[in-house]
């Protein structure tokens, strides 16, 4: 059984407003596509099963927590933040076959932790009691999490902001097609 990509899309983009953003930033326009839809489209082709978790959520801990509890009988769980448009779907495939004996596994690309991060079934009960806008980093730093190094950017690189966004329109261009 394979783990569930859960992808999220609850944020409210405050940042990407500030900095000039006249949409959310996950219905920015990413050359034809809006940011979100990279993100699904890298999901899709990773052939893994996936939830995008749209509802609105007082911060990222209740997101995850009403994502996991959507998704409870999953083998395990890729959390995907939806800001990540250049992600490969090689790496979350990488993600999801990495050994199950880790608990916790996340991508490095060139020395940066980056997303998703894989939570084993048995972070079941710690995923579904997460609030407030820290995340699962506690989950992290609870496990001896595995580093999968891996060569893609995409991992990393998120949108924030306008000026995120123009670089990672770049380096799209950039990227073979």
């Given amino acids: 059984m394979q783990p569930v990509v859960i992808v999220l ?3 409210r983009g405050e940042r990407f407003a500030a900095s000039g953003g006249a ?14 839809q990279h993100t699904l489209d890298a999901v899709r082709a990773s052939g893994l099963p996936y939830h995008l978790e749209q509802g609105a959520h007082a911060g990222m801990g ?18 995907l933040p939806a ?12 993600l ?8 916790v596994v996340r991508p490095v690309y060139q020395g940066r932790h980056g997303h998703p991060v894989r939570f084993a079934r048995g972070c079941l009960p710690a995923l579904l009691n997460l609030k407030g806008n820290q995340g ?22 998120d949108i ?10 770049a380096l799209l261009q950039q990227r073979p097609r």
């Fill in 136 to 157: 699962a980093a506690p989950i992290v730093r609870a496990h001896d999490a595995m580093e999968l190094i891996v060569d893609d950017a995409g991992c990393v690189t």
């Fill in 23 to 36: 949409t959310h930033k996950l219905q920015a326009l990413l050359g034809d596509q809006t940011v979100l």
């Fill in 96 to 103: 999801a076959a990495a050994p199950a004996q880790h608990a």
């Fill in 9 to 11: 899309a609850s944020g």
């Fill in 160 to 169: 924030d902001t306008v000026q995120d966004l123009v670089r990672v329109q």
């Fill in 83 to 94: 800001d990540l448009p250049l992600v490969q779907a090689e790496t979350l495939r990488r």
């Fill in 62 to 79: 209740d997101s995850i927590a009403a994502a996991v509890r959507a998704t409870q009988d999953a083998a395990g769980w890729l959390i």
